[in-house]
């Protein structure tokens, strides 16, 4: 595996004696780490320095890119093992294969490979969040774009998107039946349909950096022309409380949630489990630490219920 960016070996107990003077949790210990980047991150600063940042702590950082590289799914255990994966690939890359099949193996992953396929199937994502009690447009699934003509006359305008897309590309609104003939969504897979919600024009991106809460203005995709400074702003109780939420919902640790503003109160339009932490300060610093930690707690947490650890596992595994 090439990309590697981390120190040697021999440099460890060097690293650990300074990363002691170093706040925040789980720096202390090094770490080996695999960031899977698909070919669009791959010059986008997140992830980008938050790898840097863990390298320059001590760390060791490969670099996996599905789209060019091997991956050996067999030698995933071993003494040459990674202490976690970490996921930055479009929806439907073969990024979230390779992820799962590390925590298939016992490896953490971080966001965890459940949670992130539960966030990324957004028909599966509305479903979670209404389950869950989150406030959610009402949402229809289509295989193909000619079944979106079944969407009832009342629900216009209406919002429409692909089931699997990222970055905010895709998205349109429709005013009336009579437009869903003018659109071109031949390749764009599975589509969602959600009643267009008025709203000030802008959207607010919650981010959580495993640490902290944080909110920010940011441009809507339904409103391109609109003049909408982006900016952070307060995170008020209402909308820590839904960052919160969709976070224990979904099981995510690192993420980000799509947020407007309606006569309603706030509705939730989207969730990722790796954004861009635009306007958030230090986000490197704060994403890193949160990935030491998430780390770590797997370690321990598999050391805890290792037959080696445990000798009642043991005695139970052979009885």
């Not at 925590?103 to 389950?131: E, F, Q, Y």
């Amino acid at each position: 595996m090439s990309g590697r960016t981390g120190h040697s070996t021999g440099n460890r107990t060097y690293v650990s004696s300074v990363m002691q003077t170093i706040t925040g949790a789980a720096l202390t210990t090094p770490t080996r780490l695999c960031f899977i980047v698909e070919e669009k991150y791959e010059n986008d600063t997140m992830p980008s320095v938050v790898a840097e940042a863990l390298t320059s702590w001590g760390h060791e950082v490969d670099v996996l890119r599905p789209h060019s590289m091997l991956t050996d799914i067999s030698s995933l255990q071993g003494n040459n093992a990674y202490d976690a994966y970490v996921l930055k690939t479009v929806s439907s890359g073969p990024g979230l294969s390779i992820l799962e099949a590390a925590g298939a193996a016992g490896i953490a992953t971080i966001n965890d490979h459940r949670a992130i396929r539960l966030a990324r199937d957004k028909a599966v994502a509305a479903s979670r969040a209404r389950a869950a009690g989150l406030p959610f447009p009402t949402t229809y699934f289509a295989s193909r774009s000619a079944l979106l003509n079944q969407v009832p006359r009342e629900c216009y305008p209406l919002v429409i998107k692909p089931n699997n897309g990222s970055s905010c590309e895709r998205i349109y609104r429709v005013d009336s039946p009579s437009q869903l003939d003018q659109l071109d969504l031949d390749d764009s897979g599975f589509l969602l349909a959600q009643p267009y919600l008025p709203n000030p024009g802008y959207d607010v991106k919650l981010y959580n950096t495993g640490d902290e809460v944080f909110a920010a203005v940011r441009r809507s995709p339904l409103h391109a022309g609109e003049d909408v400074v982006e900016q952070l702003i307060p995170v008020t109780p209402e909308l820590r409380a839904l960052a919160v939420g969709v976070g224990r919902a979904f099981g995510l640790d690192i993420y980000g949630v799509d947020v407007i503003e309606t006569s309603r109160g706030w509705m939730v339009l989207d969730v990722n489990d790796f954004p861009s932490f635009g306007k958030v300060p230090d986000a490197a610093q704060r994403v890193a630490r949160t990935v030491l930690r998430l780390a770590h707690r797997a370690q321990a947490a598999n050391a805890r219920f290792s037959p080696t650890a445990n000798p009642a596992i043991a005695m139970e595994a052979s009885a």
